[in-house]
């Protein structure tokens, strides 16, 4: 995650590469670990993909650490309250994201899913769902996608497609580490 100046004068963390991959009734998130503040790695092994509520939703985030983490507390709030449809959950948390004064500040971009759906959330309100079932974000993600796009031709395993298209992002972005976490569902 590289690091800019936002209007408050704080140093906010970005960068990252997410990918995720449905295909063959299989769903995977991938992340790489780095946090970095401008040139410098600041942490190498950051957990940015994990499993949300009763384990049936995953998700992946780039951006701000903390903005990040109060995302997933509000999509967690949101699976209960809409008794896990993830969809209806992510358009609610969409709904607030873009409403609500205090999560309108929040610097973060999410890939989630079930075994359903795979989303794009963004703080401008907006939940996509990709097209072809491969979704990218952070500052790797155009590399990520790039390259999960071409390796879908050739290979059937979302994991492997995941995994090789991190790889890709971890060689070109220098935001990007090599040390990844993946959840599938």
Same mark, same amino acid.
């Given at each position: 995650?590289?690091?800019?100046?936002?209007?408050?004068?704080?140093?906010q963390?970005?960068?990252?590469? @997410?990918?995720?991959?449905?295909?063959?009734? +299989?769903?995977?998130?991938?992340? /790489?670990?780095?946090?970095?503040?401008?040139?410098?790695?600041?942490?190498?092994?950051?957990?940015?993909?994990?499993?949300?509520?009763?384990?049936?939703?995953?998700?992946?985030?780039?951006?701000?650490?903390?903005?990040?983490?109060?995302?997933?507390?509000?999509?967690? +709030?949101?699976?209960?309250?809409? *008794?896990?449809?993830?969809?209806?959950?992510?358009?609610?948390?969409? +709904?607030?994201?873009?409403? /609500?004064k205090?999560? *309108?500040?929040?610097?973060?971009?999410?890939i989630?899913?079930?075994? /359903?759906?795979?989303? @794009?959330?963004?703080?401008?309100?907006?939940?996509?769902?990709?097209?072809?079932?491969?979704?990218?974000?952070?500052?790797?993600?155009?590399?990520?996608?790039?390259?999960?796009?071409?390796?879908?031709?050739?290979?059937?395993?979302?994991?492997? @497609?995941?995994?090789?298209?991190?790889?890709?992002?971890?060689?070109?972005?220098?935001?990007?580490?090599?040390?990844?976490?993946?959840? @599938?569902?």
């Open positions: 995650m590289n690091s800019s100046h936002s209007d408050h004068g704080l140093v963390w970005h960068g990252t590469t @997410i990918i995720g991959v449905k295909q063959g009734g +299989k769903t995977v998130i991938a992340g /790489d670990g780095q946090v970095s503040m401008g040139n410098t790695v600041m942490k190498p092994n950051a957990r940015k993909v994990r499993r949300l509520g009763d384990g049936s939703v995953i998700a992946g985030f780039a951006g701000a650490t903390a903005d990040a983490f109060t995302l997933f507390e509000r999509l967690e +709030k949101k699976l209960e309250q809409h *008794r896990g449809q993830l969809m209806r959950a992510a358009v609610e948390l969409a +709904k607030d994201w873009r409403t /609500d205090y999560l *309108r500040n929040l610097e973060a971009l999410m989630v899913a079930d075994k /359903d759906v795979l989303l @794009i959330l963004t703080g401008s309100g907006d939940v996509l769902e990709p097209e072809e079932g491969i979704a990218a974000i952070g500052s790797g993600g155009n590399y990520a996608l790039s390259a999960a796009k071409a390796l879908v031709q050739y290979e059937q395993d979302p994991e492997t @497609i995941a995994r090789r298209a991190m790889a890709v992002a971890a060689e070109v972005c220098v935001f990007t580490n090599d040390r990844v976490t993946v959840e @599938i569902i």
